[in-house]
C-alpha cells in the first residue's frame, strides 16, 4: 500500500475530523513554526508603522545591533577576519545624531548657493525621491529564492571580503560563507613580535579566514577555518533564534544595507546617471556626497573636546562621495564606493540570482559532511542535537 | 479556548494571543494545507503554507468583522495552498487548468454525488482506523494523511522509529483486513 494510496482528497470537515482526533507536529516544531510566523508579522508590522509621508523607512537599530552581534561572532570566529570590523568600527567616531547636525547645515548651505530654477530643482528633486524610495523599499521577500554573490573591500584595498549569501523562503534555510583575505599593508602596524611568531608580514597576507555559516531548520552552525592556523577546522552550533545574521533575513550583513540603514539619509545626491548597465542588468548611478566630522584626534584637537561634531569650520569635516549602481527592477544596490579622503570602501555585487537560477542554501547532507572533518569549538557546541541534520 | 477568549486575548495581549489562535487552529489549518498540497508538496511546502496562512490572518485580522474564527482561518488557509498548489505545479511543468475540478466547487449533480461517495468512504476509513487502536491509528494517520515519516512520528509519540515501521507494517495489513470485512458486509 503506498501512502498516496490510502487518502484522496477529503473535505473540509474531514479534514478538521482528522486534526481534532489527531493533533499534528511536537512542541518544538510547533514552535519553530510559530516563531517564524511571528518574525513575518513584526516584519510586516515594522515596516507599515515606520511609514513617513509616501516612502517606507526601515528601522536602524536592527543595523546597529547587527553590527554588535557580528562583531562578536567574528571576534570569537575569526580574528584575521578583522578587516571587517574597521568596516564598522573605523568610521564609527560619530555618533549619528551629530553626523546627521553637520550634514544638514552644510546641505541647508550647498542648497541656498545653488543658483537654479524652480522647475529644474522640482524635476531632480522627483527623481532623487524615486530612486532613494526604490532604495529603501527594497525587498528581498519578494523573491522565493535569491542569491547574492559579492566582495567588500575596505582599508583603501588593504582587506577584502568574498561572500556568498543564500535564501531560499520556502524550506527557511538560509546560507552566509565569508572569506577574507589582507594584504602586506594590513599587517603593516602589527608589533613585531606577532609578526616574526606568524612567519612574516608576508606570510600573515597569504593567511585566508573563512566563515561558513548555515542557517538550517533551527539550527544554527558555523565553520570557521583559518589557513594560518595547523589541526582541523572548529564548528559551533546553537539555536538559530540565538543568530542576528539572518534577522530579518541573510542580506542584512551586505555593506549596502549598512549603508542604507546608518548612512543613506546623510548625503545628498549630486548626480544621476541613468541606463548603467552593471551584471547584465539595468541600472542607475547616484553620486551623492556627505561631510564626514572626524574624531577629534584627527584635527589635533583634544580628546576632551566636549563638542566635536559642532566644528563647522571645516577643519573637522570631512568631505565624503558615495557612488552606488542601483538595479533599476529591485532597489537593491550592487555596487557602492564611498571615498573619504585618501581611504575608500568598495562593495561590489558579482552575481545576483532569482528564484529558479539562485544558487540554494546547503543541504543537510553537505552540512553533515562539512562539520565531519571539524571539531566543536566549546563543550555547548559538542553536546549541542544536531538530529534536525538527520531528519 | 473558545474563539471569543482568542479574540478578547488578542485584542489585549496580541502576542498571547497569536499563540492563542496558533495552539488552537494549528493541527487544522496543516490538515487543510496537507489535504490540498498532498503529492506536489515537500513537508517544508506544507509548513511554508502553514506560516503564511496564519501570517496573513494575523495580519488581516479585524476583530470587529470576524465572529467564527474556524471558517474565516479554514478560507484564508486554502486559498493559500490552493495558490501554493498551482505554483508548484506550474514550477514542475504540471498544467492544471484553473477550470479543473481539483480547483472548482462542486456544481454538476455528478460531481455531488462522486463527492458523497468519497465521503462515505472518508468516513468508513476513518472509522476502521479508529478501530485499530492507539498508537496504531495515530500512526497511520501521520503516515499516510500527514506524510510524516518513522523519524517525525517517532519523535510525537516517543516510540522510535524501527518500531513505528514496525508497527506501521502490521497495523496496514490489520487495516487492509477491516476495510475488506466493510466490503464483504455490504
Known amino acids: 500500500m503506498k501512502k498516496d494510496q490510502l487518502f484522496g482528497r477529503v473535505s473540509d470537515e474531514e479534514a478538521a475530523r482528522i486534526a481534532d482526533e489527531y493533533p499534528t507536529g511536537d512542541i518544538k516544531h510547533r514552535d519553530r513554526i510559530f516563531r517564524e510566523i511571528e518574525r513575518r508579522v513584526e516584519d510586516t508590522s515594522a515596516s507599515v508603522d515606520e511609514v513617513s509621508g509616501v516612502e517606507s523607512y526601515r528601522s536602524r537599530i536592527w543595523g546597529k545591533v547587527l553590527s554588535a552581534a557580528a562583531v562578536f561572532v567574528l571576534v570569537a570566529g575569526a580574528a584575521a577576519g578583522g578587516g571587517y570590523l574597521l568596516l564598522r568600527n573605523g568610521r564609527a567616531g560619530v555618533p549619528v545624531a551629530e553626523f546627521s547636525e553637520i550634514s544638514s547645515s552644510v546641505t541647508e548651505v550647498e542648497t541656498t548657493e545653488e543658483d537654479t530654477t524652480e522647475e529644474d530643482t522640482t524635476e531632480e528633486q522627483l527623481t532623487k525621491e524615486d530612486l532613494i524610495a526604490k532604495i529603501k523599499n527594497r525587498d528581498y521577500d519578494a523573491y522565493d529564492q535569491l542569491s547574492i554573490k559579492y566582495h567588500t573591500t575596505v582599508n583603501s584595498g588593504a582587506s577584502c571580503e568574498h561572500s556568498e549569501a543564500r535564501r531560499d523562503r520556502i524550506t527557511g534555510n538560509e546560507s552566509l560563507i565569508k572569506v577574507w583575505t589582507h594584504t602586506a599593508e594590513y599587517y603593516k602596524d602589527l608589533d613585531d613580535e606577532i609578526i616574526a611568531e606568524s612567519g612574516g608580514i608576508d606570510k600573515l597576507a597569504e593567511t585566508i579566514t573563512k566563515n561558513e555559516m548555515f542557517m538550517y531548520k533551527d539550527l544554527y552552525i558555523c565553520v570557521y577555518s583559518d589557513t594560518s592556523s595547523p589541526g582541523p577546522d572548529q564548528y559551533e552550533a546553537f539555536d538559530r533564534s540565538r543568530c542576528d545574521f539572518d534577522k530579518p533575513n541573510i542580506f542584512c550583513d551586505l555593506y549596502s544595507e549598512y549603508i542604507i540603514n546608518d548612512d543613506l539619509d546623510n548625503f545628498e545626491v549630486q548626480d544621476i546617471t541613468t541606463n548603467v548597465e552593471f551584471i547584465g542588468r539595468d541600472c542607475t548611478q547616484l553620486v551623492m556626497t556627505s561631510d564626514y566630522v572626524l574624531p577629534p584626534a584627527y584635527k589635533d584637537a583634544p580628546i576632551t573636546d566636549p563638542s566635536p561634531a559642532k566644528d563647522v569650520t571645516g577643519q573637522g569635516v570631512q568631505k565624503q562621495t558615495l557612488t552606488l549602481t542601483v538595479d533599476n527592477e529591485t532597489g537593491f544596490i550592487l555596487a557602492a564606493k564611498l571615498v573619504y579622503g585618501e581611504n575608500y570602501e568598495e562593495f561590489t555585487v558579482e552575481e545576483i540570482l532569482f528564484n529558479e537560477d539562485a544558487a540554494l542554501p546547503e543541504d543537510a547532507g553537505y552540512i553533515k559532511n562539512r562539520i565531519a572533518g571539524c571539531i566543536p569549538n566549546c563543550e555547548e557546541t559538542a553536546a549541542y542535537d544536531l538530529s534536525q541534520l538527520d531528519e | ?186
Open chain 2, 1 to 186: 479556548m473558545t474563539d471569543s477568549e482568542i479574540t478578547e486575548l488578542m485584542k489585549n495581549s496580541p502576542q498571547q494571543g497569536h499563540r492563542a489562535l496558533f495552539d488552537e487552529y494549528y493541527s487544522y489549518v496543516y490538515a487543510i494545507s496537507v489535504n490540498i498540497l498532498r503529492g506536489p508538496a515537500s513537508q517544508e511546502d506544507i509548513e511554508e503554507c502553514v506560516i503564511d496562512a496564519f501570517a496573513s490572518v494575523i495580519k488581516k485580522f479585524d476583530i470587529s468583522s470576524v465572529t467564527a474564527l474556524k471558517p474565516f482561518i479554514g478560507t484564508v488557509a486554502k486559498n493559500k495552498a490552493i495558490s501554493m498548489r498551482r505554483s508548484l505545479t506550474a514550477k514542475a511543468g504540471i498544467i492544471i487548468s484553473i477550470d479543473s475540478e481539483e480547483f472548482r466547487e462542486p456544481a454538476s449533480d455528478e460531481c455531488i454525488d462522486r463527492n458523497a461517495e468519497n465521503s462515505v468512504m472518508t468516513e468508513l476509513l476513518l472509522q476502521r482506523i479508529k478501530e485499530l487502536g492507539e498508537p496504531d491509528s495515530t500512526i497511520i494517520i501521520q503516515k499516510y494523511f500527514y506524510e510524516r515519516n518513522a523519524k517525525e512520528i517517532g519523535r510525537m509519540i516517543g516510540m522510535k522509529h524501527a518500531t513505528v515501521r514496525m508497527r506501521c507494517a502490521r497495523a496496514v495489513k490489520k487495516l487492509r483486513s477491516l476495510l475488506e470485512d466493510s466490503d464483504k458486509e455490504e
